[in-house]
């Protein structure tokens, strides 16, 4: 499918859920309707502190400022999904900006690799490891809520889905081209569910009803995207969003989306719990390794 750059972007109207609501049935529901509706909504009062935010994101800068040759300690080998690497240069007959990325998982102990942590700044391993208890902790009430709202037991995503989480440190430097060229291009998230931090620039849009929609810029919200396998679990019930970013004439913008997916090996289909003869399986039960997406998407990572 090939998308248009959109002059006309209407305001916002991508739900945004305050978890600190005491009537937690209606925040779940909230979660549920975003989740089938938009695929995409912003949680507030998330219980994530506001300094452990962000030192994420001061060491995540500190890092991005350094020079080419001392991100290059962390360099993103050909064959591995972590590191550091130069995902687009700016190429305007392309219409994409330059756009750096850092990749290294941070759950479970098992998948950490040190070597694609950098090791300056000092701090970068403590405030990531902070942040990381946190985010999870976010996730799997996310992913409880989401379940529950299939009819099952609150573990049945969180027990397909979270085999690992990564951390992306998306950098995307001002370019006086702005107008002309996009951030990443319209892409789903192959995984399962994404949790992303963006810095004081707004540039996230997403794909809904023929139109594309900005992402409104609240302080310390915390954005969250379904992935193309909790769509696979749910039967299509929860949607899979299409989105894109867009770079700032001035301003460097910065994002830290945490992707929380299956392992390699893991089989996902849609919960036979949930399918028969009226909601008969939208999706094959696949390895995620093997699994290709429909549509555009980035590479699996
Ligand atoms: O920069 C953002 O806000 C989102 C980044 C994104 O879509 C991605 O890393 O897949």
């Known amino acids: 499918m090939v998308l248009e750059r959109d002059q006309d972007i209407p ?3 991508i739900p945004v859920v305050d978890l600190s609501n005491p009537d937690q049935e209606l925040v779940a529901r909230a979660v549920v309707k975003a989740s ?20 994420l994101q001061n060491v995540g800068r500190q ?19 972590e590191g550091y690497a130069r995902r687009y240069e700016l190429d305007l007959e392309r219409k994409t900006g330059t756009v750096d990325q ?20 000092l701090d970068y391993r403590e405030a990531n490891e902070e942040y990381t208890k946190h985010v999870k902790m976010l996730s799997e009430k996310i992913m409880e809520w989401l379940s529950e709202g299939l009819g099952l037991w609150g573990e ?5 889905i979270s085999g690992e989480y990564m951390m992306i440190v998306n950098y995307y430097p001002p370019c ?13 998230d192959v995984s399962g569910l994404t949790l992303i931090l963006p810095n004081e620039i707004p540039g996230l849009q997403v794909f809904k009803d023929d139109h594309w929609f900005d992402l409104e810029n609240i302080p310390s919200a915390v954005i969250v995207i379904i992935g193309d396998q909790i769509q696979r679990l749910s039967n299509g019930r929860y949607k899979s969003v299409l989105h894109k970013t867009t770079v700032d004439k001035e301003r460097t913008r910065m994002s830290w989306p945490v992707l929380v997916r299956p392992t390699n090996d893991t089989v996902v289909g849609p919960f036979l719990e949930i399918t028969g003869h009226d909601d008969p399986p939208k999706f094959k039960p696949i390895a995620y390794k093997d699994y290709i997406p429909q549509g555009p998407s980035l590479i699996l990572r």
């Open 11 to 13: 305001s916002s109207h």
């Open 36 to 55: 089938e509706e938009w695929g995409v909504f912003q949680v507030v009062n998330h219980g994530i502190p506001t300094k452990v935010i962000q030192r």
């Open 63 to 81: 890092f991005f400022e350094l020079s080419e040759e001392e991100k290059n300690a962390v360099a993103k080998p050909d064959d591995s999904r």
């Open 102 to 121: 850092l990749f290294h998982n941070i759950w479970p102990p098992s998948s950490v690799n040190y070597k694609y942590w950098p090791k300056n700044p």
């Open 156 to 160: 049945a995503i969180k027990e397909v």
């Open 176 to 188: 006086p081209h702005s107008d002309l060229i996009e951030g990443l291009d319209p892409h789903t």
